[in-house]
């Protein structure tokens, strides 16, 4: 069974910076990803980190945010810096499958952590 616990969103403003964090269990066996999804459209994949720590970002992201994990802590982080009232969205955790530069979702999602940029 695959726990996943988000913390860390808020109210920031244009070009501020937040840090999420999902402690995952069981950890290192599974890649691991950020979602998002804003009022009226779809999920969506914003970063991803394979057991290898491969990257991979969606364009509206890329050179802002940044995931990583801590192994000791069983924790994955998202750094968002520069952020903007587009990024505003809940964002979820998942645990999933990473290979030839491909995330795929497993059905292992937190309860999400809102995100909400403005002034």
């Known amino acids: 069974q695959v726990q996943l616990v988000e913390s860390g969103g808020g109210l920031v403003q244009p070009g501020g910076s937040l840090r999420l964090s999902c402690a995952a269990s069981?950890?290192?066996?599974?890649?691991m990803a950020w979602y998002r999804q804003a009022p009226g459209k779809q999920r969506e994949l914003v970063a991803a980190l394979s057991r290898g720590d491969s990257t991979k970002y969606i364009d509206s992201v890329k050179d802002r945010f940044t995931i990583s994990r801590d192994h000791a802590k069983n924790i994955v982080y998202l750094q968002m810096n520069g952020l903007k009232p587009e990024d505003t969205a809940v964002y979820y955790c998942?645990?999933?499958?990473?290979?030839?530069?491909?995330?795929?979702?497993?059905?292992?999602w937190g309860q999400g952590t809102q995100v909400t940029v403005s002034s």
């Open positions: 069981p950890f290192s066996i599974y890649a």
């Open positions: 998942n645990a999933g499958t990473y290979y030839n530069g491909n995330y795929s979702p497993d059905d292992y």
